[in-house]
C-alpha cells in the first residue's frame, strides 16, 4: 500500500464525507511545487484554489509568520494589535478609498459581515423594515454558511438582523438590464463577483460592473463586490473594482491575502460606512495578529517583486499557449490575469485533471466542462511552458 493510500484509509475513518476522499496527499511545499506523501512533485497550476498567491514556503512568508508566533499569536478584539492596523491601513491605502475594515477568517465569513452591514444600512434608510431584497447573479458563489446569529438567543445580538435568510432575486450574470430590471424600492444591495470563480472563471462583458455602480447609485441600493477570489492580484491589478474604475459599498477579500493562512477582509465605503455599531459584529479568530503578519508579508512581495505585472504576463502567456495548442477538445479559454479557464467540448475537465496529475501537474475541474487554472502570482515562464507542454500531451490521452 502506499502511503497516500494509507492516509486515504485514515481519512475515510476519521472525515466526515463532506469532500469525498481527496486523491492525494500533500506534505510540504516551495515555491510553484508541492509534495505528496509518496514523495512526488507537482507542478501546482491550482494554488490550494487561488490561495497561496507568492507561493509555498516563500521565505517571507515563512518568517513573517514565524517572527508574528514568536511575539503574539492571539489577543481577542478587545484590544488592539499592531499588525491588524497596519494592514488595514495598508488595505485601505491599496483601494484608493475612503474606506473602513473588519477582519473576518475567511470568504465566508466576510460576506456574512457585508450582509449584516446591508442589512442595518438598509433599516437606516427603512426603519419599517420593507427594504430588504438582494440581488444576486445566477451561477455566483459567495460562501457556506447557514445562520449562527439566527441561533444565538441574545436579543440584542440578534433582534437588529432579523428576519433570518434573505428574499433574493437571481440574475443572469453580465447582464446589466436584467440588474436594472430586478430593482425597486425594497432592494437593499446587488452582489456580485467581478469575475465568476467557482463557475468557471466567467468574465462579464466591458462595463457591466460600472454599468451595475450606476444602477445601485439610481436605486440608493448598495453594492457588495465579492472580490474574495478577484482580489489581492489575482486579476493582475490589486482589486478587480479598481482595475474597472468603481467604488463599491462593501468589497470582501480572502483566498490569497494571507497567502494561505485563514483571513477574511471587508472594506466599507461610503453611506454604509458607519452601519455597524458598537456590539453589531465580532469574531473570535478574525484579523488575527499572526494571519495579519502573513497578509503584510504577502502584500510586500508582490510590490517588491513586481507579482501584478507577472500575473497579467505569465496570465496572458498561459491562455495565449492554450489556445494555441488548438486542440480539437477546447471549446474557449478564457480568463483576466493569473486565472484562467478553459471550456471544452464536452465534459472532459476531470479527466484532463486525472491525466495532467498522473503527469505531476495540478489544476482543477471548476465544472465538468471547465478547467480552472489559478496558479501562484510567482509562477515563471519555464512553468508555464512545462504546463503547456504538460496539458498538450494530457489532452492527447483523453478520448
Ligand atoms: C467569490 C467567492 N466568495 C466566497 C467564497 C467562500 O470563501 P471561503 O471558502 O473562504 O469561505 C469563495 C470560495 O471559493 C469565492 O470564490
Not at 167 to 196: H, K, R, S
Not at 223 to 236: A, K
Request: with cysteine.
Amino acid at each position: 500500500m502506499t502511503t497516500t493510500a494509507a492516509w486515504q484509509e485514515r481519512w475515510e475513518r476519521s472525515m466526515l464525507g463532506n469532500y469525498g476522499t481527496p486523491p492525494i496527499a500533500l506534505v510540504s511545499g516551495s515555491g510553484t511545487h508541492v509534495t505528496d506523501a509518496d514523495g512526488r512533485e507537482y507542478l501546482d497550476l491550482l494554488g490550494g484554489i487561488a490561495v497561496s498567491a507568492i507561493g509555498h514556503a516563500h521565505p517571507a512568508l515563512v518568517r513573517a509568520i514565524a517572527d508574528q508566533a514568536a511575539t503574539l499569536v492571539h489577543t481577542s478584539n478587545l484590544a488592539i494589535h499592531p499588525r491588524g492596523v497596519e494592514l488595514a491601513e495598508r488595505l485601505i491605502a491599496l483601494s484608493g478609498w475612503d474606506a473602513r475594515v473588519f477582519f473576518a477568517q475567511d470568504g465566508a465569513t466576510a460576506n456574512e459581515a457585508a450582509l449584516k452591514i446591508v442589512r442595518r444600512h438598509a433599516a437606516a434608510q427603512r426603519p419599517d423594515g420593507t427594504r430588504q431584497r438582494i440581488v444576486a447573479m445566477e451561477g455566483g458563489f459567495h460562501g457556506r454558511t447557514m445562520g449562527a446569529l439566527a441561533v444565538t438567543g441574545n436579543p440584542a445580538k440578534r433582534d437588529p438582523f432579523a428576519p433570518f435568510g434573505h428574499e433574493v432575486t437571481f440574475v443572469p450574470f453580465g447582464d446589466a438590464a436584467a440588474v436594472e430590471a430586478a430593482m425597486g424600492p425594497d432592494v437593499a444591495a446587488v452582489i456580485l463577483e467581478p469575475v465568476q470563480g467557482e463557475n468557471g472563471v466567467i468574465v462579464p462583458p466591458p462595463g457591466f460592473l460600472g454599468e451595475v455602480r450606476a444602477i445601485t447609485r439610481r436605486h440608493d441600493a448598495l453594492l457588495v463586490v465579492d472580490e474574495v477570489q478577484s482580489g489581492m492580484g489575482r486579476t493582475g491589478a490589486w482589486f478587480a473594482s479598481t482595475a474597472a474604475g468603481i467604488v463599491p459599498d462593501v468589497m470582501t477579500l480572502a483566498k490569497g491575502i494571507a497567502g494561505g493562512l485563514p483571513l477574511g477582509a471587508v472594506l466599507v465605503t461610503g453611506p454604509a460606512r458607519d452601519a455597524l455599531r458598537p456590539g453589531d459584529h465580532g469574531t473570535t479568530f478574525g484579523g488575527n495578529p499572526v494571519a495579519c503578519a502573513a497578509a503584510l508579508a504577502v502584500i510586500d512581495t508582490i510590490e517588491r517583486d513586481g507579482l501584478l505585472a507577472n500575473a497579467r504576463a505569465q496570465g496572458a502567456a498561459l491562455a495565449h499557449g492554450i489556445r494555441d495548442l488548438a486542440s480539437p477538445h477546447i471549446r474557449e479559454v478564457r480568463g483576466v490575469g493569473l486565472w484562467v479557464g478553459v471550456e471544452f467540448t464536452g465534459p472532459i475537465a476531470g479527466a484532463v485533471e486525472v491525466a495532467l496529475r498522473a503527469r505531476g501537474v495540478l489544476v482543477n475541474a471548476a465544472k465538468p466542462q471547465v478547467l480552472r487554472l489559478a496558479p501562484p502570482l510567482t509562477i515563471t515562464a519555464d512553468e508555464v511552458t512545462a504546463f503547456l507542454r504538460a496539458l498538450e500531451a494530457a489532452l492527447a490521452e483523453v478520448p
